[in-house]
T-cell receptor, first 115, second 111 residues
Framework: ETGVTQTPRHLVMGMTNKKSLKCEQH?????MYWYKQSAKKPLELMFV???????ENNSVPSRFSPECPNSSHLFLHLHTLQPEDSALYLC??????????????FGEGSWLTVV | GQNIDQPTEMTATEGAIVQINCTYQ??????LFWYQQHAGEAPTFLSY????GLEEKGRFSSFLSRSKGYSYLLLKELQMKDSASYLC????????????FGQGTTLQVKP
């Protein structure tokens, strides 16, 4: 079992749909992250949670809504998305939050296609 | 602003040595990471440099010069399975330091 698991691995949704991405980490880490990876672009940090509290929102549109019920689980709720939101969404975790020098461990990612 | 530059693509031959360069300009510096990402898979950690110098780990080595804002990843005895994207990432300083990624270098290893 990998340290960070994401579901679903693939998701196709219409622009009026509401869906959620789920992430679970089995590493006992305190910080969790959502990153977006688009073709030909660097990984973009979206949200950071440290001890369940959101510590970073990197100017992400409100159609993306994160939820962190505990240190092991992270969700990304999606609604009224646009085709340009189609990308690979990566969840990650680290022992401590940003600036700590801890290695970030990534999940396999959820491929999202908005039609 | 914050900027991390890497070559977009590189090609090398099986058994050879390849060096992937990364230059950065960031707000503060707390360390530099290299990740490997095979197509359709998660990025996986390769190395972490916080002090100047060379860190060697098997066939892979990573070098850092903080004064020059420069790092490289050295891959020796290339294997076909080393074909992947290599991501350079810099962590800013302080407890708000974020991990900023470069665009990644896609390495193709040919027989």
């Amino acid at each position: 079992e990998t340290g960070v698991t994401q579901t679903p691995r693939h998701l196709v949704m219409g622009m009026t749909n509401k869906k959620s991405l789920k992430c679970e980490q089995h590493l006992g880490h305190n910080a969790m992250y959502w990153y977006k990876q688009s073709a030909k672009k660097p990984l973009e940090l979206m949200f950071v949670y440290n001890f369940k509290e959101q510590t970073e929102n990197n100017s992400v549109p409100s159609r993306f809504s994160p939820e962190c019920p505990n240190s092991s689980h992270l969700f990304l709720h999606l609604h009224t998305l646009q085709p340009e939101d189609s990308a690979l969404y990566l969840c990650a975790s680290s022992q401590d939050g940003p600036g700590s020098g801890n290695t970030i461990y990534f999940g396999e990612g959820s491929w999202l296609t908005v039609v | 602003g914050q900027n991390i530059d890497q070559p977009t693509e590189m090609t090398a031959t099986e058994g050879a040595i390849v060096q992937i360069n990364c230059t950065y300009q960031t707000s503060g510096f707390n360390g530099l990471f290299w990740y490997q990402q095979h197509a359709g898979e998660a990025p996986t950690f390769l190395s972490y440099n916080v002090l100047d110098g060379l860190e060697e780990k098997g066939r892979f080595s990573s070098f850092l010069s903080r004064s020059k804002g420069y790092s490289y990843l050295l891959l020796k005895e290339l294997q076909m399975k080393d074909s992947a994207s290599y991501l350079c990432a810099v962590e800013g300083s302080g407890n708000t330091g974020k991990l900023i990624f470069g665009q990644g270098t896609t390495l193709q290893v040919k027989p």
